[in-house]
């Protein structure tokens, strides 16, 4: 399994971005992809999740409202639309993917496969 994620870069406060992460391999084997953050100095942060067949959402606290994950329906990419972006939302964001149904969609250790960091910086 193989995720590439692009769609990072530099973008001032209430901007916007759209990630995409393209999975390849075994993705039948996929239950949830989710997408992470980590800034300088800090933890990683769960952002949003999305489970694979019923495309149910889930949203990390500081995104809700803003922050809108996807997928599509060759069930071959996950997305993440970032709205009214904000300094505190630069890091460097990474696209993953959970194979078993019974871990929690926030903690990182529940994911199997990670793509490459991607890095997004807000300005103010």
């Known amino acids: 399994v193989q995720l590439q994620a692009s769609g990072g870069g530099l973008v001032q406060a209430g901007g916007s971005l759209r990630f995409s992460c393209a999975a390849s391999g075994r993705t039948s084997s996929f239950y949830r992809m989710g997408w992470f953050r980590q800034a300088p100095g800090k933890e990683r942060e769960f952002v949003a999740a999305i489970t694979w067949t019923t495309r149910n959402t889930y949203y990390g606290d500081s995104v809700k409202g803003r922050f809108t994950i996807s997928r599509d329906n060759a069930k071959t990419a996950v997305y993440l639309q970032m709205n009214n972006l904000e300094p505190e939302d630069t890091a460097v964001y990474y696209c993953?993917?959970?194979?078993?149904?019974?871990?929690?969609?926030?903690?990182?250790?529940?994911?199997?496969?990670w793509g490459q960091g991607t890095q997004v910086t807000v300005s103010s």
């Open positions: 993953a993917a959970m194979t078993r149904d019974y871990y929690s969609y926030a903690s990182s250790s529940s994911y199997d496969y």
